[in-house]
């Protein structure tokens, strides 16, 4: 079954760029969403189609993917914006997560 | 406004069963597929499976831990999607999200009902 994998956790501190990354065999040849997920929260979706922004989502979120990775960059990182983080993928006939990658703003 | 509200969850004992509602609004329900997915408490988002639309069948998939225990359906006439849980373990504990995820369209999530399986 097809797998793609988050690193559990990265820091940033206030006002620079974070970069989530989430890999996987030929991810670029497939879509990605991205969603933040914050405590007690359902998730939100932040970027799908790879690249595009929901209405709403601030545009200090980015996406991208190619090759084997895709990458939520955060530019600007503010405190609101710790929070964790998943890749979701379609594969066939299924629909796969990465298991999350959580974001500390120090 | 585009909407889904899950309903239904509650306490069961292991080996029971429950069945969880999804109601949809603001959106074309059936021309949708639909999905389910849960988290148990602390973890990460687990795809449980989904149903297609009438033009593809009402097709069904699932994840191997749920296969032949949870079964998916949906309602048109009501704009409601179902989840069917028999045989429920305490792992099965998580809050089970409806969604709509389909790369060519808005993604929509519903806002969860929680399972627990305990005796």
């Known amino acids: 079954s097809y797998e793609v994998t988050q690193s559990p956790s990265v820091s940033v501190s206030p006002g620079q760029t974070a970069s989530i990354t989430c890999s996987g065999d030929?991810?670029?040849?497939?879509?990605v969403c991205w969603y933040q997920q914050k405590p007690g929260q359902s998730p939100v979706v932040v970027i799908y189609?790879?690249?595009k922004r929901p209405s709403g989502i601030p545009e200090r979120f980015s996406g991208s993917n190619s090759g084997n990775t895709a990458t939520l960059t955060i530019s600007g990182t503010q405190a609101m914006d710790e929070a964790e983080y998943y890749c979701?993928?379609?594969?066939?006939?299924?629909?796969?997560f990465g298991g999350g990658t959580k974001l500390t703003v120090l | 406004e585009v909407q889904l509200v899950e309903s239904g969850g509650g306490l069961v004992q292991p080996g029971g069963s429950l069945k969880l509602s999804c109601a949809a609004s603001g959106f074309t329900f059936s021309g949708s597929a639909m999905h389910w997915v849960r988290q148990a408490s602390g973890k990460g988002l687990e795809w449980v499976g989904r149903?297609?639309?009438?033009?593809?069948?009402?097709?069904?998939s699932y994840a191997a831990s749920v296969k032949g225990r949870l079964t998916i359906s949906r309602d048109d006439s009501k704009n409601t999607a179902y989840l069917q849980m028999n045989s429920l373990k305490t792992e099965d504990t998580a809050v089970y999200y409806c969604?709509?995820?389909?790369?060519?369209?808005?993604?929509?999530w519903g806002q969860g009902t929680l399972v627990t399986v305990s005796s």
């Open positions: 030929k991810l670029g040849d497939k879509y």
């Open positions: 149903i297609r639309s009438k033009p593809n069948n009402y097709a069904t």
């Open positions: 969604c709509r995820l389909d790369p060519e369209m808005e993604v929509i």
């Open positions: 189609q790879d690249r």
């Open positions: 979701q993928t379609w594969d066939s006939s299924t629909v796969v």
